[in-house]
């Protein structure tokens, strides 16, 4: 993910801030946007998806920009006070476990017509290509069915 200022305004003690964001997948899939900060809120203003995202995932987009926008702009400009304590990855058994819960987590996910990878990423707090990697594990260890048989 690539995040650069664009503009700010400021009000008074008020700063609004916008930033280009990029963020490029390993499978060749990208999502450009521009993002607004304004008092510890982010804003979505206009998002271009190569594919095109579905609802569930444009719901997500702004939680998963949100923190390294606010690195990028600063704790003072996020929250015109000094920033709270970084929000922890969610704990996420290793091993089995681990791959057992994956695995339980993208069935529920493709139960529910959503993205299983979406899915595991808010899960875990992990990177997509992260979670590919758990998903492909939770495949190997036999929580989940072998993708397509290759010829």
Avoid: N
Wanted: glycine fraction near 8%; charge should be neutral.
């Amino acid at each position: 993910m690539s995040v650069w200022p664009a503009w700010e305004v400021r009000e008074g003690e008020r700063t609004t801030s916008w930033f280009t964001v990029r963020l490029g997948f390993g499978d060749g899939a990208r999502i450009d946007l521009l993002a607004v900060v304004c008092e510890g809120r982010v804003s979505l203003e206009e998002v271009r998806a190569q594919p095109a995202l579905c609802l569930d995932d444009l719901a997500e987009l702004a939680e998963w920009i949100e923190e390294p926008l606010f690195e990028a702009c600063g704790p003072t400009a996020a929250y015109g006070t000094p920033a709270p304590s970084r929000r922890a990855r969610p704990s996420w058994p290793r091993g089995i476990e681990g791959r057992r819960r994956v695995a339980q987590e993208y069935r529920a996910a493709q139960q529910q017509g959503t993205d299983p990878i979406l899915a595991i990423m808010h899960a875990t707090g992990h990177s997509r290509r992260k979670s590919l990697h758990l998903i492909s594990q939770a495949r190997d260890s036999g929580f989940l069915t072998p993708r397509h048989a290759r010829g």
